[in-house]
């Protein structure tokens, strides 16, 4: 068999436009890595990668240079279904966004500040709201429980306020858990005796 039929044959078996070792790179380390870069058409459709590197955990050259062709295989499946999604899809990379006016960005930048001072407010406010309950919760509790206490009219009012907002809260709760349960009382006839017929 002469050079130009071998060439013929192995171009028919293996489909491959690089020599095998071009993909085969000597990492600092001394191991081998396959390397193979991936078309600037094909970027968004593989993560945005600029080549598919994968470490062969190989420091002998024989070794590594064997399994390059598996490699290559692999990498070339990839790159096929990387064509076929972005033929399928029928759009080309995209286009990297205008950069916003400054404009813009201070407005986002004062909308941001303006919602963090926000959120600062609402957390100091909750803060303060349950330092205040912890202070007046032995007063509550003695006021749920009948007992006299010693306080000041300020913090007994305050209290009382508390649990008044405290049992309001647990009736709206139980009401919308019924309404939950057994609807809105559209349907329900209250106060209206049944017709007999």
């Not at 598919?52 to 590594?64: G, N, V």
């Not at 990387?82 to 966004?97: C, F, I, Q, V």
């Amino acid at each position: 068999m002469n050079s130009k039929d071998f060439l013929q044959a192995s171009s028919t078996t293996v489909l491959r436009t690089k020599p095998m070792c071009s993909y085969l790179h000597r990492a600092t380390n001394g191991g081998y890595h396959f390397r193979m870069a991936i078309p600037a058409d094909l970027r968004p459709f593989m993560a945005g990668k600029r080549e598919i590197k994968h470490s062969l955990k190989l420091k002998d050259r024989a070794a590594a240079k064997a399994r390059i062709p598996d490699m290559t295989q692999a990498a070339n499946a990839l790159l096929d279904q990387a064509k076929l999604d972005r033929d399928t899809t029928g759009k080309l990379a995209p286009s990297p966004a205008k950069p916003k006016p400054a404009a813009q960005i201070e407005r986002d930048r004062r909308r941001w500040e303006a919602e963090q001072a926000q959120a600062d407010y609402a957390a100091d406010t909750n803060f303060a709201a349950d330092m205040e309950i912890k202070r007046l919760e032995p007063i509550m509790d003695a006021l749920t429980e009948d007992i006299e206490i010693d306080g000041s009219p300020a913090d007994l009012a305050r209290a009382g306020r508390l649990l008044v907002l405290h049992e309001r809260e647990e009736a709206d709760s139980l009401v919308a858990a019924l309404h939950a349960r057994y609807g809105n009382g559209q349907n329900a006839r209250v106060g209206k005796p049944k017709s007999s017929r």
